[in-house]
Structures are given as structure tokens and as C-alpha cells.
């Protein structure tokens, strides 16, 4: 969404768990992959028997920035040899084995893998190849299991893709923020409740001198819907002195004898 | 995860809301947007000024299957038209505006859109340009802004990243999967108590028989230790069915004088 480049800042946020690409064919997508953690704070990438080698520069050209990632990641001959360091092994897998391992949500997942580590101990993720996904053999190599809450009609993932859902939810399961929160720069100060009565005040004036509430029997509703709807939307100061300016200015013009429409 | 083209399967999910790419740049990125939207079971898809026009052959070939959604999505003027018909507007916006408006996280956004949906109102969220994201006029035509909770030290966000990331929130939101859930199909059946007392029974049996258990001070708790190992991790009848051949076969080997090790 922006054009950031945000290389320098990128450090490792740990305890954090491995992705670990097994066998990915495309640099494309090592550098999507890169990026998308770096998205969700993630720094440790392993790659096993990457097909066309390693490096690649089209990894750093798709990065968009999150070099530091691609610079410090390790390449491993096996599954095995890239996992040797963990204490806990997961594995995206997004069809039915016939295994029976733990299986979770990238949520679920998310929450075991902060609770994993903050007993120090290090995790981490499986991700296959791009066409057919991790094998028997390489599932064997994991404690259990993660497939995402996703369209099952429509199980077409992106490598990058899967390594953004499960980055995110780490991110998000760190310390989430509130759901709903409102967003005030130091540009736009809501006004006080005072300052809005004062403005309700000067608009039911100006009314009441137009003859617009000249309804004794209506002017009391009249004036709590107007209340109302100026107490929804949170106000800020620079609004209401428009507003203010406004009525200011059509009394004006009234008093002076211009039409108003 | 798999390349398993799914174009056939996709179908509008309602209410689902609209996804808005305002000026978007590549076609490529409209592709994957697709793509994304398939994976989180959304299917309707507005343009807002593409930047090279539309329709673009280089989309349909990176959306993966998800021929239906490029097919169906309408093409519009501006921001205003492609919002006309719809009831609330969501702006995704990393960057804080000088605007007072409701921010959302992603997830808060997806449980406020099915709300909203399931009072048969229709909701859009608008995605910016690849490189600088939405401006002020297009933010002023939505009620709520979205921010997603990810690193703020590496905001380049890929657009279809930032439009998985809804879709995935809004997928999850619709009838979230348990967090953890054991996967048994149909050719692994987990052994009944039952079977595994059996299974016990024949262990400790021969275990008497060969003398491992002579000492009868620990041979209670030995008994305990092995009937704790063998409830954990969920055996399978076959699994089971392995066990046991294999105690017969070690005692056959024992009784008929072949030694052990």
C-alpha cells in the first residue's frame, strides 16, 4: 500500500519463529516471501534445496526492500538439516494427509507458536513447493500441522501469499491492536462539549430569530434532533468554527437583505 | 499451496462486500487480487481508473483460475461512481490522515462487514495505488478507515497482500474453524481404549513372561509409565495392530532360542 522502502529498519523480533521454504522453485517468490515477513516482523528465512540455486537476484529485485532477510538467510540440503536447531516443527498443509498430526488454524498456530516461544524454545513453519506442496517425508519431519480458514473451493494459494496469512497472524497475536479505535492528529482536535453547545446555541438563536421555530409545538423536538445529529461524528473545533461562520454569514446576508437561495 | 485451478468453483458468497482498486497501476497486481479474493471467498471486484485501461490479457494469466471474478468486475469513472449503489465504505490507510474517521484494524473491519451485511446492506473497501496509496479526495468518500496491524517498521505492502489480508479476516470472520483440530480420515482410525488396554495387556504380559518386570517394588510404577506413553499421541488401530505383531514376533524370536539384539 505504500512505497516505503523499509530495509535499514528490518531486525530480528524474538523470539520468532523459521520460515523455511522447502524446495521453492521460483526467486520470485523468495523475494515475495521476504517481503511479506518483513511485513509481519519476521527475519529468519531457511531455504531447502532451493531449485535454481542460490542466490538469485530476482529475489532482491521482488524483496522491495527487505534485503536484510534475503542477505542473512541460510540454505540447507534437507528438511531435516534445516529443522535440526528447532524444538518445534510445523507444516502448512492444506489437503488431508492420511496422518495423524495436531492440526491448526494460522491462528491457532500463531497463539502456539508465541506460547512456544516464550518458553525459549525456537519453532519453526514449513512452506512446500509452489505446484505440489510438502511431501509424506517432509511432513514427517513436523509436530503438527497448520491449514488456513480459506475458500476450500478455491485452494489456489500463492507461496507468498501462505507466508503473509501466517506472518500476519504472528504479528497480530504479539500484542493485537483494538479493533475500533479513532484515529486524531494533532491537525484536527475534537471539540469539547462546551464548544458544541455553544455552536448549538448560536444556530438555535439564529433560528428562532429567523422564524424557523416559530412552532411552539415542534421547536422542542426540533431542537433535540438538531442536537442530535451535531453530537454524532465527533466534531473537532476547526468544523465548528465553520459552521459558526456559516450562520454567521447567512444571518449577515438575510440582515442585509440578500436572498438567501 | 497447491495448483489446483479452481476457476470453475467460484461464485459470489453474499453478502460479501465489493473490493474497490482505486487507480490501479498493474495489470498484473489485478490478477492477484483476484486471486486473493478467490481464496477468501470474495467475487465482487470494481476498477477505478486503471491506469493502462481495462480488460488486460496479463491479469487473467496471474489470477490463477479465478477467470470469474475478472469476467464479472465493472470498470468506473470515479471513486463516486463505484460506490453509488453501496451503503458503507471502508478506505484501507496505512498512514494516519489529518481526518477524523473510525480506524479499524483488518479484523475489527471484517466483524463490522458482516454485521453490516447480514442488515442487507451492501459495504465496499477501497485499495489505493500501488505507489502512493489512496488520497484525501477518495478517503473523504468512505465512512471508516482500515489500518492493518503489521510491522510499521516495513510498510510496503504488496496490493494484493493488502486485499488477502481483508479477504483472509473476512473468511475467517464468516464461521472461524476451531483453532486446533485433530485430522482423521477414513484410513486412520484412532484405536478405542479399549484396543489400547488390549494392546497394554499383551505388552506387559510378555514383559512378565521375559522377566523385564521381576522386580515387583517397580513394577507398578513401570506398568503406569508405559500405559502413560502409550495414551499419549493418539494410536491408530493399524498402529496398534503394528505393536502388537511386533511383541509377537520378538517373543516368537525368544521362545524358538534366536537371540535378541
Chains 1, 2 share one sequence.
Request: glycine share 8%.
Amino acid at each position: 500500500m505504500t512505497g516505503r522502502d523499509g530495509g535499514a529498519e528490518l531486525n530480528p523480533i524474538d523470539p520468532s519463529p523459521v520460515v523455511i521454504l522447502v524446495r521453492p522453485q521460483l526467486a520470485e517468490n523468495i523475494g515475495a516471501v521476504a517481503r511479506a515477513m518483513g511485513n509481519g516482523g519476521l527475519f529468519h528465512l531457511r531455504l531447502v534445496a532451493p531449485r535454481d540455486g542460490w542466490p538469485q537476484e530476482r529475489a532482491w529485485r521482488l524483496a522491495s526492500g527487505a534485503h536484510r532477510i534475503l542477505d542473512a538467510l541460510t540454505v540447507h540440503e534437507t528438511v531435516a538439516d534445516a529443522v535440526a536447531d528447532l524444538h518445534r516443527v510445523f507444516a502448512t498443509c492444506p489437503r488431508p494427509r492420511h496422518i495423524i498430526k495436531p492440526m491448526l488454524t494460522a491462528r491457532g498456530a500463531a497463539a502456539e507458536i508465541h506460547a512456544i516461544g516464550n518458553r525459549g524454545l525456537n519453532c519453526g513453519i514449513l512452506f512446500g513447493p509452489e505446484r505440489a506442496g510438502l511431501d509424506n517425508d517432509d511432513i514427517a519431519e513436523a509436530d503438527s500441522l497448520i491449514r488456513y480458514d480459506l475458500n476450500p473451493d478455491f485452494m489456489s494459494l500463492n507461496l507468498a501469499q501462505a507466508v503473509m496469512i501466517m506472518a500476519y497472524e504472528w504479528y497480530v497475536a504479539r500484542a493485537p491492536d483494538a479493533p475500533v479505535k479513532t484515529l486524531q492528529t494533532n491537525k484536527t482536535d475534537i471539540a469539547t462539549k462546551f464548544a458544541l453547545d455553544h455552536f448549538i446555541d448560536h444556530l438555535v438563536r439564529e433560528c428562532d430569530a429567523s422564524g424557523f421555530l416559530k412552532n411552539p409545538q415542534k421547536r422542542t423536538g426540533m431542537v433535540r434532533n438538531l442536537r442530535h445529529f451535531f453530537q454524532r461524528g465527533e466534531a473537532t473545533t476547526q468544523e465548528l468554527n465553520t459552521l459558526h461562520g456559516i450562520i454567521s454569514e447567512l444571518v449577515r446576508k438575510r440582515e442585509s437583505g440578500t436572498p438567501d437561495a
